[in-house]
């Protein structure tokens, strides 16, 4: 069973929305932080945003912040990203991902226990 499943992707005009969702079938779910990555094309892998269990917004990359928007549903194991205004660096392969926690459980860290398969976002000028 595919632990992290996206969808919502597609293709855009430059201005428009998207809403990205994660299906996970981790247990417990809410014992990770649920995280989204992006990898354009020639480029290397970047975090975009994550969320603690507790639905505390940890991280935003500078370079969507007040556009995109995480946020998760833990009952039913789904992370969102919603992403408002996108622009044409905006296109990349997005990867829903679950992120460890610090050992006290204070905080999250980038260590990715499991990931997404990826879903192509496509933004045109």
């Known amino acids: 069973q595919v632990p992290l499943v996206e969808s919502g992707g597609g293709s855009v005009q430059a201005g428009g929305s998207l809403r990205l969702s994660c299906a996970a079938s981790?247990?417990?779910?809410?014992?990770?932080?649920g995280s989204w990555y992006r990898r354009a094309p020639g480029k290397g892998q970047d975090a975009v945003a994550t969320i603690d269990p507790d639905g505390v917004v940890t991280y935003y990359a500078d370079s969507v912040k007040g556009r995109f928007t995480i946020s998760q549903d833990n009952g039913k194991k789904l992370l969102y990203l919603q992403m408002n205004n996108l622009k044409p660096e905006d296109t990349a392969m997005y990867y829903c991902?679950?992120?460890?926690?610090?050992?006290?459980?204070?905080?999250?860290?980038?260590?990715?226990?499991?990931w997404g398969q990826g879903i192509q976002v496509t933004v045109s000028a």
């Open positions: 981790i247990s417990p779910y809410s014992s990770y932080c």
């Open positions: 991902a679950a992120d460890r926690r610090s050992l006290d459980g204070r905080s999250c860290v980038r260590q990715t226990a499991y």
